[in-house]
């Protein structure tokens, strides 16, 4: 399938078959173990409270939301209808409680109240967008100084190294089955310590940043009091 595009970038059409041709999250073997090192660092700096209600954008099938401690609200979106699908089933397969989902593209005005969420949690999903920048200013819109913003992306460039390496000892295929071989074509942006802070300028401070496995930078940002007025 062609990229489909439209004024806002990649439109929902795309991000269904990037889904279905890049299945996420990877359960077993060295890839699992890193995704399960992100998600823990995520709920770590996310240090959610049984009284705060909770958004990640970009949810995709649930995996990380699942994990999130039962709190007031735990709200999935994701511009994906087939994610958001499947994320409706892994909550209905968990019994999960006070958990609702709903599509939406991050690009535009989101449909939240500034303050409606305690935390929210953005991880490996600005890297599929052509604008994060734009996504964090609508983000921005619904937090206050005391929201807690978490946000990861993919360490790019090393773990392109690491596969092509892996590549040419063939181990590749067994150290990290079903995985592409170099970057996703889902992956629109390839982001660093330096540009991390740039795209989060006058909007966000940042509380820390930290690398996990060298694979992922892991990000807590509170809004500026100053771009609060």
Known sequence: MSHQLT?????????????AKHPTPYGSGIAGAIS??????VLRMAKVR????????GCESGHL????????????ADISRSALDDARASADRAGAERMDFTALN???PLPFARGQFDVIIISEM???VERPRTVLEQVHRICTPATRLVITVPNERPKLVIKDVLRFLHLFDLLFPG?????????????SKPLIRATVRDLFAVRSLQSVWGCHFAA???MLHDAAR
């Open 36 to 41: 399960a090192a992100r998600v823990r660092t």
């Open 106 to 108: 991050a690009e535009q």
């Open 126 to 128: 600005l890297e599929h």
């Open 179 to 191: 995985i592409e071989e170099g970057q996703s074509e889902w992956h629109l942006q390839q982001f």
């Open 220 to 222: 807590l940002l509170a």
């Open 50 to 57: 049984p009284e705060d209600a909770v958004l990640e954008i």
């Open 65 to 76: 939301l699942l994990q999130v401690p039962p709190c007031r609200l735990r709200m999935g």
């Open 7 to 19: 004024e806002q970038g990649h439109d929902a059409v795309w991000h269904d078959s990037m889904y």
